[in-house]
């Protein structure tokens, strides 16, 4: 039998503006998300309990039991539609963990799809599941460019007007805890997210405090030629820029430092 495969897409938080703390102890954002056209490989099959095989340069650093968001969104997903079977699942692990571009959540967020076509089962039960496994699943799942508030689960399909866009990824190879870059947000409400063009990420001046490398990530990707948008994604330490050809994507891409890691690609 040949597996069946999906892509967890490298998500990228074109803006994001933090507007409040919930009571939840989460916190109310505004965002507008896009997901680039590469990412984690994810196959599987069925099978008679559930496996996760991790592979991948960042394999190590990726946990393969039942902390994985992969095996808990299968089994949940499993509990939600009834299903008694189990999957075998191989991921690999091409994205950095904890950098700011959906990691765990776009893999668990992929499991769900590709299980809803290995048990052949209603997208809804993958829809019912996803907020619980994490705020950015639900727009993970949905994998397109969206406007996301609340704690960026409440999703509204928004064209951002970036398909097709070359974009860069680059992270000082760095893992930021999101939970902590949160507590250090200064609780100030910088004002509603209008055209993303002309918004920031309220969390980039925290995680560059915690992290340093952030800055000067972002100032060689400012100064590449043909870069025209350039931010932190999500709470870091990912940062990106958009560029306005595939040549000088190429030239920006052959100049990155090797202590980097990065990911040269396109916005779906």
């Given at each position: 039998?040949?597996?069946h495969?999906?892509?967890?897409?490298?998500?990228?938080n074109?803006?994001?503006?933090?507007?409040g703390k919930?009571?939840d102890?989460r916190?109310?954002?505004e965002?507008?998300?896009?997901?680039?056209?590469?990412g984690d490989?994810?196959?599987?099959?069925?099978?008679?309990?559930?496996?996760?095989?991790?592979?991948?340069?960042?394999?190590?650093?990726?946990?393969?039991?039942?902390?994985?968001?992969?095996?808990?969104?299968a089994?949940?997903?499993?509990?939600?539609?009834?299903v008694?079977?189990?999957?075998?699942?191989?991921?690999?692990?091409?994205?950095?963990v904890?950098?700011?571009?959906?990691?765990?959540s776009?893999?668990a967020?992929?499991?769900?799809?590709?299980?809803?076509?290995?048990?052949?089962?209603?997208?809804?039960?993958?829809?019912?599941?996803a907020?619980?496994?994490?705020?950015d699943?639900?727009?993970?799942?949905?994998?397109?460019?969206?406007?996301?508030?609340?704690?960026?689960?409440?999703?509204?399909?928004?064209?951002?007007g970036?398909?097709?866009?070359?974009?860069?990824?680059i992270?000082p190879?760095?893992?930021?805890?999101?939970?902590?870059?949160?507590?250090?947000?200064?609780g100030?409400?910088?004002?509603?997210?209008?055209?993303?063009?002309?918004?920031?990420?309220?969390?980039?001046?925290?995680?560059?405090?915690?992290?340093?490398?952030i800055?000067t990530?972002?100032?060689?990707l400012?100064?590449?030629?043909?870069?025209?948008?350039?931010?932190?994604?999500g709470s870091?330490?990912?940062?990106?820029?958009?560029?306005?050809?595939?040549?000088?994507?190429?030239?920006?891409e052959?100049?990155v430092?090797?202590?980097w890691?990065?990911l040269?690609?396109t916005?779906?």
């Amino acid at each position: 039998m040949i597996p069946h495969r999906e892509i967890a897409a490298a998500k990228v938080n074109l803006a994001l503006h933090v507007r409040g703390k919930r009571e939840d102890g989460r916190h109310d954002i505004e965002t507008v998300f896009a997901f680039c056209t590469d990412g984690d490989p994810l196959s599987g099959e069925e099978a008679d309990e559930f496996s996760l095989e991790v592979v991948g340069p960042f394999a190590g650093e990726t946990p393969a039991g039942s902390d994985n968001l992969v095996i808990r969104a299968a089994r949940a997903l499993a509990d939600a539609a009834g299903v008694q079977r189990g999957a075998a699942l191989r991921l690999d692990k091409r994205l950095p963990v904890a950098s700011g571009i959906g990691g765990g959540s776009a893999d668990a967020a992929a499991a769900l799809r590709l299980l809803t076509v290995i048990w052949n089962i209603d997208p809804k039960h993958a829809q019912a599941v996803a907020p619980a496994l994490g705020s950015d699943v639900p727009a993970c799942l949905l994998s397109m460019s969206a406007r996301g508030s609340g704690a960026g689960d409440q999703l509204h399909i928004e064209d951002a007007g970036v398909s097709g866009t070359p974009i860069l990824l680059i992270n000082p190879r760095v893992q930021l805890s999101t939970a902590d870059v949160f507590v250090g947000w200064d609780g100030v409400d910088h004002g509603p997210l209008g055209d993303w063009r002309q918004g920031r990420n309220d969390l980039e001046r925290v995680a560059l405090g915690m992290v340093p490398q952030i800055e000067t990530v972002l100032a060689w990707l400012g100064t590449r030629p043909g870069a025209k948008i350039f931010r932190m994604s999500g709470s870091g330490a990912t940062c990106f820029a958009l560029f306005d050809s595939d040549e000088a994507l190429d030239l920006a891409e052959h100049s990155v430092p090797r202590e980097w890691w990065k990911l040269a690609t396109t916005l779906r």
